[in-house]
């Protein structure tokens, strides 16, 4: 679930590249059992089962004394809501250990005693916390010096003036009887920007009103999005 994702595109070749490394540790062999078992019933009944404290928390003090200092953060949706201001954050730290439970969820104990903080990617319930892990993985990395072209630069996209992006054409210059907006052939680079910019922001007006609220708006963006919105620019209704 996690091996192979982590060899393919961008990741893998940040990965051959040596930019990042990428270790998986199978809770399976801190297990003190024959069968190896991790989960286990829960104390006061009821479905489902849940993940065992010792095995979980070998695995963790083996990852702090491989690696220290890491931070070690568990994917649950009882998490703080993963963003892109949280991916700059972990992005600065020398390690991270990402803890993925599967079942209802992991003993307290090791989320109150082992675990550092607690991360969601989102409102909705998964299998496990592989996927999160991976997504936690692949938002950090590329925000790692290096790991993608210059050309592709995150540097831009910091949080503060967070818009959704403008629409992106290539060729041809029409597409099943849809044309590419004329500005975007003009040539003159000037109206194309102020063009690109009004988008983002009617963009983010008519689907992310939160964003719009988030983002600190200039003069000109105001007047921007007030040609294409009409008087309540800004207003984030
Ligand atoms: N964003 N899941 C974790 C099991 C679990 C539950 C509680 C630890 C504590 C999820 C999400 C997510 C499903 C991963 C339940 N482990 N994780 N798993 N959304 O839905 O991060």
Same mark, same amino acid.
């Given at each position: 679930?996690?091996?192979?994702?982590?060899?393919? *595109?961008?990741?893998?070749?940040?990965?051959?590249?040596? /930019?990042?490394?990428?270790? +998986?540790?199978?809770?399976?062999?801190?297990?003190?059992?024959? =069968? %190896?078992?991790?989960?286990?019933?829960?104390?006061?009944? !009821?479905? @489902?089962?849940?993940?065992?404290?010792?095995? $979980?928390? !070998?695995?963790?003090?083996?990852?702090?004394?491989?690696?220290?200092?890491?931070?070690?953060? $568990? +994917? *649950?949706? %009882?998490?703080?809501?993963?963003?892109?201001? /949280?991916?700059?954050?972990? *992005?600065?730290?020398? =390690?991270?250990?990402?803890?993925?439970?599967?079942?209802?969820?992991?003993?307290?104990?090791?989320?109150?005693?082992?675990?550092?903080?607690?991360?969601?990617?989102?409102?909705?319930? +998964?299998? @496990?916390?592989?996927?999160?892990? $991976?997504?936690?993985?692949?938002?950090?990395?590329?925000?790692?010096?290096?790991?993608?072209?210059?050309?592709? *630069?995150?540097?831009?996209?910091?949080?503060?003036?967070?818009?959704?992006?403008?629409?992106?054409?290539?060729?041809?210059?029409?597409?099943? !009887? =849809?044309?590419?907006?004329?500005? $975007? /052939?003009?040539?003159? =680079?000037?109206?194309?920007?102020?063009?690109?910019?009004? %988008?983002? +922001?009617?963009?983010?007006?008519?689907?992310?009103?939160?964003?719009?609220?988030?983002?600190?708006?200039?003069?000109?963006?105001?007047?921007?999005?007030?040609?294409?919105?009409?008087?309540?620019? !800004?207003?984030?209704?």
């Amino acid at each position: 679930m996690l091996a192979s994702p982590l060899q393919e *595109s961008i990741l893998g070749k940040a990965v051959e590249r040596g /930019l990042i490394e990428i270790r +998986l540790v199978n809770i399976r062999e801190f297990a003190s059992d024959r =069968h %190896q078992t991790t989960d286990d019933r829960p104390y006061g009944g !009821g479905s @489902g089962m849940v993940m065992k404290a010792e095995p $979980l928390a !070998g695995a963790i003090a083996r990852a702090r004394a491989a690696d220290p200092p890491t931070r070690v953060i $568990l +994917l *649950s949706p %009882q998490g703080r809501p993963f963003s892109q201001r /949280l991916a700059w954050e972990l *992005s600065r730290e020398r =390690h991270l250990t990402l803890v993925c439970g599967r079942y209802e969820g992991v003993d307290e104990r090791v989320r109150c005693h082992c675990v550092d903080d607690e991360i969601s990617i989102g409102d909705y319930v +998964l299998t @496990g916390g592989e996927i999160p892990a $991976l997504v936690v993985v692949d938002a950090v990395a590329r925000l790692v010096p290096g790991v993608l072209g210059c050309s592709e *630069s995150p540097a831009e996209e910091s949080f503060a003036n967070a818009l959704l992006e403008y629409p992106h054409y290539t060729r041809p210059e029409v597409f099943e !009887g =849809h044309p590419v907006p004329e500005i $975007l /052939l003009s040539g003159n =680079h000037a109206a194309v920007r102020r063009w690109r910019r009004q %988008q983002s +922001l009617w963009r983010t007006w008519q689907r992310r009103p939160d964003l719009l609220k988030e983002a600190d708006l200039s003069d000109e963006d105001r007047e921007l999005l007030a040609e294409v919105v009409g008087g309540d620019a !800004g207003s984030g209704s």
